[in-house]
């Protein structure tokens, strides 16, 4: 009972042949049987094609007559004529074999224009890192040597000006101020000497730069002594004093010194506070260098890799400077350019003359 019940739940076919024996063709077509009235309804339907989907090249095999079904191997042999062949399985693998090797070579044409193409881009890319590499190194060779000629050139410039001084705050007394009276009495209150003979200039002139409006600050005098002592009483007793107050102008004096001197000095401003607010001395040095005393060593600073170390050994925190041996730290306005003014009267046509000397017509009208 148990054993019906499995094989009605199961599906089993339950045709048999002569005998009672069931037939292979049960197993095989059991679901063309079982969908036998969904075809009927597809066949019936005038939109669909009630011709059974049948391969090309195999074909159901047809069923097998009275007498095939009699014999025990009948069957067996009604279908086996449409199985696949050994043929047909080498011709599907021929074709199959012939595509894969297409395949295959098409890959390997690609990988080969691939590889050979990764080729020349290595090479390139060596002989482009070759290239950088020595272009790193000539420049970093070019710029120690233009700091080194930068230095030295500042150095002589420095040693050209080293007869001159520069003094601030003096406004200028009109068209026709007489500058050399001006550093006589200025130099004269300073020394404490009103009756001083000789100042022995060799030049004095303002600055050279554009004139400034009147709320700006008054351009510098630049003047050149010729005697040295006397231009180093001047300067010591300047700084002694500080400031130096003469008609309500406070004038200070300083050393002139060159560009680039100034704006690296600048660039070290941080380290010159630090060491005011540490109570250390320090001194400028020629060629441009910074120097402070720590016990029985001097310190010094000539270059931007010498800062750390500099203010490591004096206990003072770390900061930051700019490179001041940088070109593009050399290339830096000294100060903002401010509009030249111009004399209204500098550029007045002035009357045409003949070769006799006498006027022509336009100095006639004038």
């Not at 930068?150 to 001159?164: A, H, I, P």
């Not at 200025?186 to 004139?211: D, E, K, T």
């Not at 509009?339 to 550029?347: A, G, L, S, T």
Request: proline share 9%.
């Amino acid at each position: 009972m148990g054993r019906k019940r499995l094989a009605d739940a199961t599906g089993t076919p339950r045709q048999s042949g002569p005998g009672g024996e069931q037939t292979i063709r049960s197993f095989l077509h059991s679901t063309a049987r079982d969908s036998t009235p969904q075809r009927e309804m597809e066949a019936a339907s005038p939109t669909r094609d009630s011709s059974p989907p049948t391969s090309p090249r195999f074909s159901p095999s047809p069923s097998p007559t009275p007498e095939q079904r009699q014999q025990p191997d009948g069957e067996w042999r009604a279908i086996l004529p449409n199985l696949m062949t050994k043929a047909d399985f080498e011709a599907l693998s021929d074709r199959l074999g012939r595509v894969v090797r297409e395949e295959v070579a098409q890959l390997r044409a690609d990988l080969s224009n691939v590889e050979a193409r990764m080729s020349v881009a290595e090479a390139e890319t060596r002989a482009l890192r070759t290239d950088l590499e020595q272009t790193n190194t000539a420049v970093t060779t070019q710029e120690a040597d233009i700091a080194h000629l930068t230095t030295w050139v500042d150095d002589l410039d420095n040693r050209g000006r080293r007869m001159n001084l520069r003094v601030r705050g003096v406004r200028k007394g009109g068209p026709a101020e007489n500058v050399p009276e001006l550093l006589r009495q200025i130099f004269s209150q300073v020394l404490g000497n009103q009756n001083m003979p000789r100042l022995g200039l060799v030049r004095a002139h303002r600055a050279l730069r554009p004139i400034p409006t009147p709320e700006d600050q008054p351009r510098d005098i630049v003047c050149c002594l010729d005697n040295f002592q006397l231009k180093e009483e001047i300067l010591r007793t300047a700084r002694r004093i500080g400031t130096i107050r003469m008609d309500d102008q406070t004038i200070t004096i300083y050393q002139d010194l060159s560009r680039y001197t100034l704006q690296a000095r600048r660039a070290l401003r941080p380290i010159t506070t630090a060491l005011q607010h540490a109570g250390i001395q320090y001194r400028w040095g020629y060629p441009f260098s910074l120097s402070a005393r720590h016990g029985p060593d001097v310190l010094t600073i000539r270059k931007p890799d010498d800062v750390h170390a500099f203010m490591r050994t004096l206990g003072l925190p770390p900061v930051t400077v700019p490179n001041w041996l940088a070109r593009s730290f050399l290339l830096q306005p000294n100060r903002p350019q401010q509009p030249q003014q111009r004399d209204p009267n500098r550029h007045r046509p002035q009357p045409q003359r003949h070769r006799d000397g006498h006027p022509g017509r336009a100095g006639r009208e004038m």
